[in-house]
């Protein structure tokens, strides 16, 4: 039976996924990737061993599967955004550990640059907040601390590349360096209208284009796996980053369609088409995963802590044994008796963008206890998510008709049925609700014949539950007036 290949390579995990003709999965692998903590608010990764990983996920999955490498028609590749790999061309050798999307460590650069007359241009050409989350900021700090990194750079010896270039490259045996516009949006060094590699923004990073990897569709065949890594040559023919690749597997094509995803963090994304977007109301401005050759935008916010509430009331508070559990607990208490939690642990993100502020706790009566804590968690992931809706609905001029939702926690009832209660909106869940590795997998099979259009693509979209709003608008008012209030008190 012939598949398709998706590499879907995490901050926590590599994974690698099979996929038939009717889009079903045929197995998916895992591999854990260790994250490192140098100093507070650093975070490094070992490129060779994300390397390693994402092939041990990807063996084991053949060997489980029995699946034949010759029957694989492609593979397409989804990978966390924004962090940084630099190595030699020569050697394959990573010049400095990768600097991981979440690293703080140029955060008073990036505070500088903010206050300087480019901040505003910045923001106009990329679409993004000047922030430490891109990766300029990370590439411009390796070129300034690794002994001559930038003159070897400048001559032509060291690669720059986010995870799915430094995969590619490793598979192609050094042939391919490219990367697709969903990537490079993310850079800080991409022209978000024109697609290219912007000459102004190298300057300000000071960053040679030389460096730089080549800019190629997102589906398309851009190479081929050679044959010692999986036993048998595979054109790599998808390249997105891990959200963007959730939106193609959400069959979010069109302009208006949405989905959030509920991780460790969340990030909701709106598809907005081929028109390039402009957010007033403090979202991201990015390139979508085009599974044609046109160029197509999404606006996107992003929630830094989501799902890691659970986690941190699990092991930090010791209130849940499982984050499965919180379900149970929110649903034993009718309401959180005005407890509110907001969990900004490294302050908040879209559309607040604040790095000062802290978590809080408030409302706090002696009728509060286990099951309002928890529960006040979970309704915080929610009113946090209304509020990248609602600052999409003001960019976008328009409500939205349904939430299409995927991630962990997306598994979780309570949490989706006060989703839909918060937003007045039906909320969506899909059967397959791994959308990152399905997108990336969607992305490969267009390029290759193995689909034929995004049409067949969205026949394979199924609704598994549609959660509807129940709430008085008056009471969901009232609650979301609450939140506000509690954001309030956690900013300095
Ligand atoms: P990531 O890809 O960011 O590592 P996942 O999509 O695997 O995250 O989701 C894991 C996150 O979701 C964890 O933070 C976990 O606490 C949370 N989570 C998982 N299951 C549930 C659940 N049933 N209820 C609430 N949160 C959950």
Same mark, same amino acid.
């Given at each position: 039976?012939?598949?398709?290949?998706?590499?879907?390579?995490?901050?926590?995990?590599?994974?690698?996924?099979?996929?038939?003709?009717?889009?079903?999965?045929?197995?998916?692998?895992?591999?854990?990737?260790?994250?490192?903590?140098?100093?507070?608010?650093?975070?490094?990764?070992?490129?060779?061993?994300?390397?390693?990983?994402?092939?041990?996920?990807?063996?084991?999955?053949?060997?489980?599967?029995?699946?034949?490498?010759?029957?694989?028609?492609?593979?397409?590749?989804?990978?966390?955004?924004?962090?940084?790999?630099?190595?030699?061309?020569?050697?394959?050798?990573?010049?400095?550990?990768?600097?991981?999307?979440?690293?703080?460590?140029?955060?008073?650069?990036?505070?500088?640059?903010?206050?300087?007359?480019?901040?505003?241009?910045?923001?106009?050409?990329?679409?993004?907040?000047?922030?430490?989350?891109?990766?300029?900021?990370? #590439?411009?700090?390796?070129?300034?601390?690794?002994?001559?990194?930038?003159?070897?750079?400048?001559?032509?010896?060291?690669?720059?590349?986010?995870?799915?270039?430094?995969?590619?490259?490793?598979?192609?045996?050094?042939?391919?360096?490219?990367?697709?516009?969903? /990537?490079?949006?993310?850079?800080?060094?991409?022209?978000? %209208?024109?697609?290219?590699?912007?000459? %102004?923004? #190298?300057?300000?990073?000071? !960053?040679?284009?030389?460096?730089?990897?080549?800019?190629?569709?997102?589906?398309?065949?851009?190479?081929?796996?050679?044959?010692?890594?999986?036993?048998?040559?595979?054109?790599?023919?998808?390249?997105?980053?891990?959200?963007?690749?959730?939106?193609?597997?959400?069959?979010?094509?069109?302009?208006?369609?949405?989905? /959030?995803?509920?991780?460790?963090?969340?990030?909701?994304?709106?598809?907005?088409?081929?028109?390039?977007?402009?957010?007033? /109301?403090?979202?991201?401005?990015?390139?979508?995963?085009?599974?044609?050759?046109?160029?197509?935008?999404?606006?996107?916010?992003?929630?830094?802590?989501?799902?890691?509430?659970?986690?941190?009331?699990?092991?930090?508070?010791?209130?849940?044994?499982?984050?499965?559990?919180?379900?149970?607990?929110?649903?034993?208490?009718?309401?959180?008796?005005?407890?509110?939690?907001?969990?900004?642990?490294?302050?908040?993100?879209?559309?607040?963008?604040?790095?000062?502020?802290?978590?809080?706790?408030?409302?706090?009566?002696?009728?509060?206890?286990?099951?309002?804590?928890?529960?006040?968690?979970?309704?915080?992931?929610?009113?946090?998510?209304?509020?990248?809706? %609602?600052?999409?609905?003001?960019?976008?001029?328009?409500?939205?008709?349904?939430?299409?939702?995927?991630?962990?926690?997306?598994? /979780?009832?309570?949490?989706?049925?006060?989703?839909?209660?918060?937003?007045?909106?039906?909320?969506?869940?899909?059967?397959?609700?791994?959308?990152?590795?399905?997108?990336?997998?969607? #992305?490969?099979?267009?390029?290759?014949?193995?689909?034929?259009?995004?049409?067949?693509?969205?026949?394979?979209?199924?609704?598994?539950? !549609?959660?509807?709003?129940?709430?008085?608008?008056?009471?969901?008012?009232?609650?979301? %007036?609450?939140?506000?209030?509690?954001?309030?008190?956690?900013?300095?």
């Amino acid at each position: 039976m012939p598949f398709i290949l998706s590499l879907d390579e995490g901050t926590t995990s590599a994974r690698a996924a099979l996929y038939d003709e009717q889009g079903r999965c045929a197995g998916m692998e895992s591999s854990p990737v260790q994250c490192h903590y140098p100093r507070p608010g650093w975070v490094e990764q070992d490129a060779l061993q994300i390397w390693a990983a994402q092939m041990e996920a990807a063996r084991r999955l053949l060997e489980k599967t029995g699946a034949r490498p010759a029957e694989i028609r492609g593979a397409g590749i989804t990978n966390q955004r924004e962090t940084v790999v630099v190595w030699e061309r020569a050697t394959g050798r990573p010049v400095a550990p990768a600097i991981v999307w979440q690293c703080r460590r140029t955060a008073d650069f990036c505070a500088e640059l903010a206050a300087s007359p480019y901040a505003a241009r910045i923001s106009a050409r990329t679409g993004l907040v000047i922030d430490a989350y891109f990766s300029a900021s990370k #590439l411009r700090w390796i070129l300034d601390h690794v002994p001559e990194a930038r003159a070897k750079a400048r001559d032509g010896e060291l690669l720059f590349g986010n995870v799915d270039t430094w995969l590619i490259w490793k598979l192609t045996g050094g042939v391919a360096h490219v990367t697709d516009p969903s /990537n490079a949006s993310r850079t800080m060094l991409m022209n978000l %209208e024109t697609g290219g590699w912007d000459d %102004e923004l #190298l300057g300000v990073f000071d !960053v040679p284009r030389v460096m730089l990897p080549r800019i190629e569709p997102s589906s398309a065949v851009v190479g081929a796996c050679r044959a010692e890594h999986l036993g048998a040559e595979i054109p790599i023919a998808g390249i997105a980053g891990d959200q963007q690749a959730a939106l193609v597997g959400q069959a979010c094509f069109q302009h208006g369609r949405s989905k /959030n995803t509920y991780g460790t963090g969340c990030f909701a994304l709106m598809h907005t088409g081929e028109r390039l977007p402009v957010s007033r /109301n403090r979202l991201l401005a990015t390139r979508a995963a085009s599974t044609d050759q046109r160029s197509q935008f999404a606006v996107e916010g992003s929630v830094f802590i989501a799902g890691a509430t659970i986690q941190w009331l699990r092991d930090q508070l010791g209130l849940i044994r499982s984050a499965a559990e919180s379900e149970a607990v929110a649903a034993s208490v009718p309401d959180t008796g005005g407890v509110y939690f907001v969990p900004a642990f490294v302050g908040l993100g879209a559309p607040h963008w604040d790095s000062t502020a802290r978590g809080v706790l408030s409302g706090l009566t002696r009728a509060s206890g286990r099951a309002q804590i928890v529960r006040a968690a979970l309704e915080a992931i929610a009113y946090q998510t209304r509020e990248l809706v %609602e600052a999409m609905q003001a960019d976008a001029g328009e409500q939205l008709r349904e939430l299409r939702v995927d991630g962990g926690a997306a598994a /979780n009832d309570f949490l989706m049925q006060f989703q839909a209660d918060v937003l007045g909106c039906p909320v969506v869940r899909p059967a397959d609700i791994e959308t990152t590795a399905l997108g990336a997998a969607y #992305l490969a099979g267009l390029a290759t014949g193995f689909w034929r259009d995004a049409a067949e693509i969205e026949s394979f979209w199924r609704v598994e539950r !549609v959660f509807e709003p129940r709430l008085e608008p008056a009471r969901r008012e009232e609650l979301f %007036e609450g939140w506000r209030a509690a954001v309030a008190r956690c900013r300095s």
